[in-house]
């Protein structure tokens, strides 16, 4: 009887922005065989990824492998949860929170190379409304952003960017009530969410200190802000101080019911879906296994400026690329401020 583990592939083909084909090819290359056996399933509708995982867990597979973007891996983790199988990530979509949480490598190549260490941790997850996450959830910008998002026809940073830049001109404030061990507090908020990682993706921490093992939540309550205050939350938002910034509020709790005046959007790993006003968010402890660096922490660190703008915008001349970028974002800065000045 063969000792090797089987690892199942799920491919999206139509999800983030990588080559499929190219990543497969790798993993023929790259896939230690001695220690595993594979197979690969292609997705073919909605909800699919979530039946192939539920399969492979019920059929006894060690690992199942998301090539995908954050909702491949958010259908796969619901399949995986409370079983003895672990999730694995080949990150190819636009935000990549969780792997870059997990310190799971960009590239295919390095993706592959944690795959072959095989080793396995255990996290926590979370519950909005019934809809398990594992990153971020939440109510407001964020998540009418990530219905925009959603309806647009291009992926990638820019256009998240781009849907950013555009609805925070006109978007406007609500107010809530959360509910949590305490008792009840009420906020005109831009955003609530409510972190199981760090960050949305793209190294953006909303909520800096966040633990995947810790058995709770950081709630971040971002306040109104004016645009003057908004080029240094977007700072503080990159560089993981956020929580420093006197127009957030956080709190950590086990779960929390968030109370709005009317139905709305919310978001659960920036997968948007129509709710109610009444909006309970839980943390499930130590309910998923995934495959991650054996030395990497589960809690994110801070990029200097130069790893930031190595991330952000690639290795190669980064010294020309950084100029050219810098450039680029005055001249972006000023057709924002043009276009508020003729709102106002």
Do not use: W
């Amino acid at each position: 009887m063969s000792s090797k583990k089987h690892i199942v592939f799920i491919v999206n083909p139509i999800s983030g922005t990588h080559n499929k084909e190219a990543i497969l090819r790798l993993i023929e290359e790259r896939l230690d065989r001695v220690k595993y056996d594979f197979s690969i399933c292609r997705t073919q509708y909605a909800g699919h990824a979530f039946e192939l995982a539920e399969n492979a867990a019920k059929a006894g597979r060690e690992i199942v492998v998301a090539i995908g973007g954050d909702g491949t891996i958010n259908e796969i983790g619901r399949a995986l949860i409370h079983t003895d199988t672990a999730m694995g990530i080949i990150p190819c979509g636009s935000g990549n929170g969780l792997a870059r949480h997990l310190h799971i490598p960009m590239d295919a190549k390095g993706a592959i190379d944690v795959l072959n260490q095989g080793f396995v941790k255990t996290m926590d997850y979370g519950i909005i409304d019934g809809h398990p996450f594992f990153c971020t959830c939440g109510v407001g910008f964020d998540a009418f952003v990530s219905l925009k998002f959603a309806d647009s026809g291009k992926r990638g940073l820019l256009t998240y960017l781009e849907n950013t830049l555009h609805e925070s001109v006109t978007y406007r404030p609500e107010t809530y009530e959360i509910e949590n061990s305490t008792g009840t507090v009420r906020y005109k908020a831009f955003l609530i969410a409510c972190a199981n990682a760090s960050q949305y993706g793209n190294n953006a921490y909303i909520a800096p200190q966040a633990s995947l093992t810790d058995g709770l939540m950081d709630i971040t309550i971002l306040e109104p802000f004016t645009v003057f205050e908004a080029p240094v939350l977007s700072f503080q938002l990159f560089n993981k101080t956020i929580d420093q910034n006197n127009r957030i509020k956080t709190m950590r709790d086990t779960q929390i019911t968030i109370h709005r005046e009317k139905e709305g959007v919310f978001h659960f790993d920036g997968d948007p879906i129509m709710g109610g006003k009444d909006l309970k968010v839980e943390i499930v402890p130590r309910g998923l296994n995934v495959i991650a660096p054996e030395k990497g922490k589960f809690t994110s660190e801070v990029l200097t400026p130069l790893q930031f703008f190595g991330e952000l915008f690639g290795r190669k001349q980064i010294t020309t690329t950084i100029a050219r970028k810098h450039k680029e974002l005055l001249q972006l800065n000023q057709h924002i401020l043009r276009r508020l000045s003729k709102r106002n």
